[in-house]
Nanobody, 116 residues
Framework: QVQLVESGGGLVQPGGSLRLSCAAS????????MGWYRQAPWKSRELVAS???????VYADFVKGRFSISRDSTENTVYLQMNSLKPGDTGVYYC??????????WGQGTQVTVSA
């Protein structure tokens, strides 16, 4: 079983930056995909970015050119660098972990608020 712990959310002004972290522990597969979904009030959950163990990154159109996703040297922690933040980026960001043959694992969520 895999456990995810998220951190890095907070309150920033428009144009500011935040860096989210998602640390994975437990029975981590050598072939997996990790990333973040986000959910704003009155909106459905939407994919923000994902990164495979092989290094393939996928970004939602609304964050391309502003956000970047990466792994540390051990690939147990995934980071989401968020630049040029806009009020529309406000929401709860949930880290996820998926691998073939296993149900999704979710982090506890971290609040990101972009406001003047």
């Amino acid at each position: 079983q895999v456990q995810l712990v998220e951190s890095g959310g907070g309150l920033v002004q428009p144009g500011g930056s935040l860096r989210l972290s998602c640390a994975a522990s437990g029975s981590i597969s050598s072939s997996n995909v990790m990333g973040w979904y986000r959910q704003a009030p009155w909106k459905s959950r939407e994919l923000v970015a994902s990164l495979s163990r092989a290094g393939r990154a996928v970004y939602a159109d609304f964050v391309k050119g502003r956000f970047s996703i990466s792994r540390d040297s051990t690939e147990n922690t995934v980071y989401l660098q968020m630049n040029s933040l806009k009020p529309g980026d406000t929401g709860v960001y949930y880290c996820f972990y998926v691998t073939v043959g296993s149900p999704n694992t979710w982090g506890q969520g971290t609040q990101v608020t972009v406001s003047a």
